[in-house]
């Protein structure tokens, strides 16, 4: 249980000796008005318990209030407890997940910069697909999966600029290549994926 809750949960409890407090004291003052009563006249006697009758509503009204102040904050403290926790599962392995990442790249660039027509590799190679294939369904098994947005409109909050090329063959702002691959993490970006972006040829 968070520290918040536990304060809240104090306050409920001060809150509440208060009350009691309070309808004790109530009652003493009405025991003593009612000691009094027999010395007054019936009107004076009938006014008397309206004016306590008052009191009474108005320190009721004033508790409820209290009571149904203090619940909802409870309420709005066990919502926060429990966003919190559930953030800090689906995020928990954001730092090891970007810790895979430059093996995942490195795998992937191994098959880019090989020699693809030379058949002693050709095992080794299919060796290494395979096993990115495995990596990124491990990975896609927690949530992280791969942003790669070759030939999509340029977004600035997933990808990140590192060229711009002019181009009449596609509309400007779109990517035209990927240097590196971005990854999210339950859709919250652990690294925006690296591209060259086009833009209206002069």
């Given at each position: 249980?968070s520290?918040q809750?536990?304060?809240t949960?104090?306050?409920?409890?001060q809150?509440q000796?208060?009350?009691?407090?309070?309808?004790v004291?109530?009652?003493e003052q009405?025991?003593?008005?009612a000691?009094?009563?027999?010395?007054?006249s019936?009107?004076?006697?009938?006014a008397?318990?309206y004016?306590?009758?008052?009191?009474?509503?108005q320190?009721i009204?004033?508790?409820?209030?209290?009571?149904?102040?203090?619940?909802?904050e409870?309420?709005n403290?066990r919502?926060?407890?429990?966003?919190?926790?559930?953030?800090?599962?689906?995020?928990a392995?954001?730092?090891f997940s970007?810790?895979?990442?430059?093996?995942?790249d490195?795998l992937?660039?191994?098959?880019?910069?090989s020699d693809?027509?030379?058949?002693?590799l050709?095992?080794v190679?299919e060796?290494?697909?395979?096993t990115?294939?495995?990596?990124?369904?491990?990975?896609?098994k927690?949530?992280?999966?791969?942003?790669n947005?070759?030939g999509?409109?340029?977004?600035p909050?997933?990808?990140?600029?590192?060229?711009i090329?002019?181009s009449?063959d596609?509309?400007p702002?779109t990517?035209?290549?990927?240097?590196?691959?971005?990854?999210?993490?339950?859709?919250?970006?652990?690294?925006p994926a690296?591209?060259?972006?086009s833009?209206?040829?002069e």
């Amino acid at each position: 249980m968070s520290e918040q809750t536990k304060a809240t949960e104090q306050e409920l409890d001060q809150e509440q000796t208060q009350v009691e407090a309070e309808t004790v004291e109530a009652q003493e003052q009405q025991s003593e008005q009612a000691e009094n009563v027999s010395e007054l006249s019936p009107e004076e006697e009938i006014a008397g318990l309206y004016a306590q009758l008052e009191t009474a509503k108005q320190t009721i009204d004033s508790q409820k209030d209290s009571v149904v102040r203090a619940a909802a904050e409870l309420e709005n403290v066990r919502r926060r407890a429990a966003q919190d926790v559930e953030k800090a599962h689906k995020f928990a392995l954001e730092k090891f997940s970007n810790e895979l990442l430059p093996v995942i790249d490195n795998l992937e660039r191994a098959i880019e910069f090989s020699d693809k027509e030379n058949d002693t590799l050709k095992p080794v190679l299919e060796g290494i697909d395979m096993t990115i294939k495995s990596f990124a369904d491990a990975l896609a098994k927690f949530g992280v999966e791969a942003v790669n947005p070759q030939g999509e409109a340029f977004n600035p909050e997933l990808h990140q600029a590192m060229s711009i090329q002019p181009s009449n063959d596609v509309s400007p702002n779109t990517v035209l290549a990927v240097m590196q691959k971005g990854y999210t993490l339950n859709g919250r970006l652990l690294r925006p994926a690296m591209v060259m972006v086009s833009k209206a040829a002069e």
